[in-house]
């Protein structure tokens, strides 16, 4: 179980919280993509074994979307941060 | 049944408190709730950064919005409590909501704000006792000890089977006894009430009308 | 010598005249174990009790029926299983070891048939024949249909006891705890661990498993300074007890280790009663969040395999010690020792001066020791260089075959008999390693103690103490002070510098590895009792290839069952190894998992079950449904009316009278449970642009319109009906299934995609009590309800609304319909709801009202063609449902992209249809649409339905469905086919609109 650092709240239990996928970010202007593009976008997404950028919605808490550095092999959480605050490795 | 033509409001736990109101008193309880029924309550939105929203809602509410979670602000007549970094709950009197939903738009006008009277959306309970705080914490993962939780700390959080806001009135250090007001959605408000039971059995949980 | 012989009260032969000060001799406590009375006293565990009454065998083996005793003295039981209690008390598989004896308690054996002392089963010795190791995977792998016929004998020859006979009467609870430490284990160690910790402020958590604090202080008897450990271990208690930062368990055992200083323990609260006492509940299941940890777990001994060593009086040497200095027990009358380090020397001295013949101690080390030559010299008979080969006995141990052995336990001479009731056997230690395991600690292993010790190199939480391959009781103190120390100091704390007390143990010295003594041919040497897995198993496993330690486990199932191979592990994995020609850290260990004991699954659930488990949402009128026949169902989580019953009306004829109403007079129905947003901001327009399909910025105030959302895959999400309140001001209503998922959607659109808009979304369906009342009748029942309200047509035209009292509430009406009928939709403060709901009822009567469920809703929108989840599944386009008209070319909108993605314009795509039966046919639930009147042809779905319903309005069964090229084929005369349900009906494929497909009604 997880304790996620909620950027407003501070860390709480995972179970506030509701997991929103990896942390990909909108193309700006989805009719520049062609559909292989844009395919890629809607479906293909890395799984690595180690760091990854996921969003998470603190839907208990404070109904805040951000994003989490996890590493999927320890669970360690490195980092968290508002929509369009990542901090400089 | 009450008579259509009287629109009395009613509390999803008005039944339960009713008979209660009839039980007599378990002094040995160590854990007691009471309902606080149609406290007036308004959502507040409006940014933390838009300094002309803050000065205009101190000055509708003489109070000064809390800008950080879990806090809260008292002021004459109503309370603000954090529920997000631009949403507050404002708790005033019984039967106050729409008025102050009235003055506070009125007073917000042309500033980006949003105000609605959420009177209605969730009910109050309030408790007390030397075991109150053991009851919440069997169903709340948040570390609900001083200094973790001080009197005056307010946010929102899963307690039991309902996710409540959670405002911590006495921390119960010294010879005070802790006490706590929830707000719980009222719709799920039996359901919760089954749990608090469960929860407050071991500690003699009474109900005060 | 068996306590079954005996049958009388109260003959505590066994029980010495001094030691045991665990026990209260002033309190004598009667129980029951099979048919006997027998009596203990308090402060004895079952196991204790029983030996103190001579009872030797209590059960029989898994697998073979081997008669069993007791093994250990605590958790790392793998023997003395027991039913404890009776009826819905009864739990089956509780070690005696760990069971605290209570007045009249009953406990029973296990595996048994039909009695203890006769077991069928071991005497034709069919169990034997029936489980070598691997014998499931071979029998029914190969063979499946070979279980039918083993299954019954099997059912009664294996498994461990009876379930209760009925539900459990008891109560159990959740709990919640931070900490700054938490302490698993409350020996030396530990209790030193917190002493340090709770001096520097630290908020502690201490938890042991046992009743009382102390671990092997209490089990052998050693000096703290300078006075007696379980002593000292009182003290230590009423110093840490005064502390209000530090809180002490005992009962309580710290079960799992997970991610971010998250634990679980369970709290035994009241298994040492007969029941709870009142209102408190059985056991307690605990999460805590803590900082940082120490295990101080401690050590568990480990047996020297030979043949026949599952004997009952054969047990592990600690053991042995801990009954007499705990309980006053001696474990036997003449004992064998054997042991392959010096702490049989120390227990040799206690056991004699207790009163028990020692025949021989067997030591496997050649050579003397130090301590060795020291007993010899005190008279005891010292065999160095020697080890038991074989226990004498059947149902219990009357002697021990005893030969010269090698260092790899070959023998190496004639083996001689002792005769002896008791053998005490000590193969050295294995530390705790469990909850380090849990943690992802690594392990090391250390030749000198031939065991696996946690490696601290990277591993998040402490280890201190035996559980740390820190045998010696100074070292368990020092390294339980410095740790403690450490923590506090780590967490900010200014930890003092520790008192350690002066400590006088046991020597224990080295402990050369040795498994097991080579046995007689055809012997068995048991290495997992619990699962009856022997030296030989684990032989065949690795001939038949099964030599990675994971699969041996589930070859030979060893390690595996109640104890998880406390006492076998190692063992097992160490004769692997020894068979591969490898060292020990070669093989590794099996993974460690959570829990560290087995507990119950009630304790898990806390007492969380019905309504408190899966809570329900109610409506503000929930009450009045419920007593005016509501029949309730679940709703996204909603109780809700499906039909009112009528007596004397089945639900279809009382679903049919709902939906008539509703087509000839007027109906309300309750319908709070719409997901509900409040949208507000100079951006709020412009905001709903982009999530809808069709526009919502040129719509005009006090007017509504529907939307459709799709995914950013181009399939349909979400639908309702959003109305415009001022320029700057929206209701939004979702359906009921997906009002939270779509309140995410919103908020990760403004958050994260255009943070740039000013808008706020709050969710409000809890503030809203909505009711709509929907019918030919429906506008004069309005004017009646709100005589302050304009409810003309031109006033209050369909998507339009108005504020005013209805039935004295302040509500918002909306008029829209899903019933095709003239339909408003009241919205009051929720508080007001039910009084609102009866103004309406009460109003109702002469316009012929009546209250319908959501079957007459789901009938009133199919005869519709609304679709809802059931159409729209996920997969489902605009183009698809035949609203290609709702969706703008002229702006960009989520989803957009996707339209023109090749499969959501394939041809050949199902699209929505509705299909109408024969006179008299009921078309099947789920059912598929084929072209042939054939339930058994293999034939092609043509399309399936969605939802089907009786239409009274119409006198016929209708349904929806998607179809491929559905909008080319009205008028097709198909088959609705189902299978499963052996249902089959004809069909006519049709628009998906059956009734009123203009929608005069609904703006008349």
Redo the contacts between chains.
């Keep these: 179980m997880l304790l996620i650092p909620c950027p407003w709240c501070g860390p709480r239990d995972e179970t506030e919280f509701v997991y929103g996928e990896a942390a990909v970010n909108r193309p700006s202007d989805p009719n520049s993509l062609s559909n292989q593009e844009w395919t890629e976008h809607l479906y293909f997404r890395e799984n690595p074994k180690g760091e990854h950028t996921e969003r998470w919605f603190h839907r208990a808490g404070c109904h805040r979307w951000f994003s989490v550095r996890r590493n999927t092999v320890t669970h360690v959480i490195s980092a968290a941060w508002p929509p369009g605050q990542e901090p400089k490795p | 049944?009450?008579d259509?033509?009287?629109?009395?409001?009613?509390?999803?736990l008005a039944?339960l408190f009713l008979a209660a109101q009839s039980a007599p008193p378990d002094d040995s309880a160590t854990v007691y709730v009471q309902s606080v029924?149609?406290v007036g309550q308004v959502?507040l939105?409006g940014r933390p950064d838009d300094a002309a929203f803050l000065a205009a809602a101190q000055d509708a509410l003489g109070l000064a919005l809390p800008l950080t979670?879990?806090g809260m602000a008292e002021g004459e007549a109503h309370r603000a409590l954090w529920?997000?970094?631009?949403?507050w709950l404002i708790v005033t009197g019984e039967g106050q909501g729409?008025a102050l939903a009235g003055a506070l738009k009125d007073r917000l006008r042309g500033l980006?704000?949003?105000v609605?009277?959420?009177?209605?959306?969730?009910m109050r309970l309030r408790l007390g006792g030397p075991a109150s705080r053991?009851v919440l914490?069997?169903?709340?993962?948040?570390?609900l000890?001083p200094p973790?939780f001080p009197a005056g700390h307010a946010?929102?959080?899963?307690v039991?089977?309902?996710?409540v806001i959670l405002h911590c009135l006495d921390a119960g250090q010294g010879e005070a006894e802790p006490m706590y007001d929830l707000y719980l959605?009222?719709?799920?408000?039996?359901?919760?009430w089954?749990?608090l039971e469960?929860?407050g059995?071991?500690y003699?949980l009474s109900v005060r009308a | 010598m068996t306590g079954q012989d005996a049958g009388t009260t109260n003959r505590q032969v066994w029980r010495t005249e001094s030691a045991g000060h665990g026990i209260d001799r002033s309190q004598p406590i009667s129980f029951g174990f099979n048919q006997f009375r027998l009596e203990g006293y308090q402060g004895d565990t079952v196991a204790s009790a029983l030996l103190a009454n001579g009872v030797r065998l209590v059960g029989r083996s898994f697998k073979y029926h081997r008669p069993r005793g007791i093994f250990g003295i605590g958790s790392e039981e793998p023997n003395a299983l027991l039913q404890i209690g009776s009826g819905a008390r009864r739990e089956p598989n509780t070690r005696a070891t760990v069971q605290e004896l209570h007045q009249d308690l009953v406990a029973g054996s296990q595996n048994h048939w039909p009695s203890l002392k006769f077991d069928l089963g071991a005497m034709v010795g069919l169990a034997g024949a029936l489980f070598p190791a691997g014998f499931y995977y071979k029998t029914f792998i190969a063979n499946p249909k070979r279980w039918l016929w083993y299954e019954k004998h099997i059912r009664r020859m294996a498994g461990l006891g009876e379930p209760p006979a009925d539900t459990d009467p008891d109560d159990y609870a959740h709990a919640n705890a931070h900490c700054d430490l938490l302490i698993a284990g409350g020996g030396p160690a530990g209790l030193a661990a917190a002493l340090a910790a709770g001096a520097a402020g630290a908020r502690v958590i201490l938890a042991d498993e046992n009743p009382a604090l102390g671990g092997q202080l209490l089990l052998a008897p050693q000096r703290v300074g300078g006075i007696a450990g379980h002593a000292w271990v009182e003290q230590a208690r009423e110093q840490l007890a005064a502390l209000p930062n530090v809180r002490l368990m005992t009962r309580t055992t710290v079960a799992g280790v997970y991610d971010h200083g998250l634990f679980t323990m369970v709290e035994r609260c009241a298994d040492h009663q007969s029941e709870p006492d009142p209102h408190q509940p059985r056991q307690r299941f605990w999460r805590v969040r803590a900082r940082k940890a120490v295990f101080a777990t401690g050590a568990i001994e480990r047996p020297i395999a030979f043949a026949n060593n599952d004997r009952p009086g054969v047990m592990l040497l600690s053991a042995v010690r801990g009954y007499l200095e705990r309980f006053g027990v001696l474990a036997g009358r003449t004992a064998v020792l054997f042991a392959n380090n010096d702490s049989v020397y120390a227990a040799s001295r206690e056991l004699v001066a207790a009163g028990l013949r020692i025949e021989a101690i067997v030591d496997t080390r050649p050579g003397l020791s130090e301590a060795a030559a020291a007993a010899k010299a005190d008279g005891l008979y010292v065999l160095s260089g020697h080890g038991v080969t074989a226990a004498r006995g059947l149902r219990e141990v009357h002697g021990a075959d005893v030969a010269p052995i090698d260092a790899d336990g070959r023998t190496r001479g004639a083996a001689k008999t002792l005769p002896c009731d008791l053998i005490a056997v000590s193969g050295g230690w294995n530390p705790a390693v469990h909850l380090h395991a849990q943690s992802r600690g690594r392990m090391a292993f250390r030749e000198d103690l031939a065991a696996f010790v946690p490696d601290a190199n990277g591993a998040p939480y402490a280890s201190a103490g035996a559980a740390n391959g820190a045998y010696d009781l100074a070292a368990c103190l020092a390294e339980g002070f410095a740790v403690g120390a450490a923590a506090a100091n780590a967490l900010g704390l200014d930890a003092p510098p520790p008192a350690i007390p002066a400590a006088v143990g046991d020597p224990v010295g080295a402990a050369p590895a040795l498994w097991s003594v080579q046995a007689p041919k055809g012997a068995r040497c048991f290495v997992d009792f619990q699962n009856d897995v022997t030296t030989k198993d684990i032989g065949l496993a690795h001939r038949e290839n099964y030599v990675s330690v994971e699969h041996l486990k589930r070859y030979t199932t060893l390690g595996m069952g109640t104890d998880q191979g406390k006492t076998s592990n190692v063992a097992g994995l160490a004769l692997m190894a020894a068979k591969r020609g490898e060292a020990i850290p070669a093989v590794g260990t099996t993974t460690f998992r959570p829990p560290y004991t087995p507990f119950t699954f009630n304790a898990m659930v806390g007492g969380q079950t019905g309504e408190i488990g899966h809570p329900i949402r109610r409506t503000a009128a929930h009450d009045w449904h419920v007593a005016n026949g509501g029949v309730l169902t679940d709703a996204a989580g909603w109780s809700r009316p499906m039909y009112y019953a009528t007596e004397g009306l089945t639900p279809q004829q009382r679903i049919d009278e709902e939906v008539l109403a509703v087509r000839n007079a007027v109906g309300v129905v309750d319908v709070s449970t719409l997901g509900k947003l409040d949208i507000q901001g100079p951006d709020a327009a412009k905001f709903l642009d982009r999530v809808y399909t069709n526009r919502f910025s040129n719509l005009k105030v006090g007017r509504g319109r529907y939307g459709v959302m799709l995914r950013e895959d181009g399939r349909v999400y979400d639908d309702g009906v959003t109305m415009r309140l001022a320029d700057d001001h929206f209701h939004m209503t979702t359906t009921t299934n997906h009002s939270s998922s779509v309140f995410q959607h919103l908020e990760y659109l403004l958050q994260v995609v255009w943070p740039d808009l000013r808008v706020f979304v709050t969710p409000v369906t809890e503030q809203w009590f909505a009711a709509a009342i929907s019918g030919p009748n429906a506008r004069a029942l309005l004017a009646d309800l709100a005589p302050e309200v304009d409810v003309s047509n031109a006033a209050l035209p369909m998507m339009g609304m108005a504020e005013g009292r209805v039935a004295g509430v302040p509500a918002r009406i909306f008029r829209l319909s899903f019933s095709g009928e003239i339909a408003y939709e009241i919205n009051v403060d929720a508080d007001y709801g039910l009084a609102l709901w009866n103004g309406i009822l009460t109003a109702g009567g002469p316009h012929g009202l009546k209250a319908y469920g959501t079957e007459a809703m789901g009938t009133l929108r199919i005869e519709k063609g609304h679709f809802t989840h059931a159409e729209a599944d996920g997969r489902i386009t605009m183009d698809d449902l035949g609203l290609t008209g709702m969706v703008s070319a002229a702006k960009e909108f989520i989803g957009r992209r996707s339209l023109g993605l090749p499969d959501l314009v394939a041809p050949g795509r199902k699209q929505l249809v509705g299909f109408i039966a024969a006179e008299g046919e009921r078309i099947p639930v789920g059912a598929q649409i084929a072209a042939l009147d054939d339930l058994d042809a293999v034939q092609d779905a043509l399309g399936h339905t969605t939802s089907q319903a009786y239409s009274a309005t119409l006198g016929r069964h209708i349904a929806l469905g998607l179809m491929k090229n559905g909008r080319a084929m009205h008028g097709r005369k198909v088959f609705a086919l189902s299978p499963v349900l052996g249902q089959r009906a004809a069909v006519e494929v049709v628009p998906p609109c059956f009734f009123d497909p203009e929608g005069g009604r609904q703006r008349g």
């Design positions: 049944m009450d259509a033509t009287t629109a009395r409001p009613r509390s999803p039944e029924p149609f959502s939105r979670a879990g529920l997000g970094p631009d949403h729409p980006f704000a949003a609605i009277d959420v009177s209605g959306a969730r053991q914490a069997s169903g709340c993962t948040l570390d000890e973790a946010l929102q959080t899963p039991g089977n309902a996710t959605p009222r719709s799920q408000a039996l359901s919760f089954r749990w469960h929860a059995k071991p003699g």
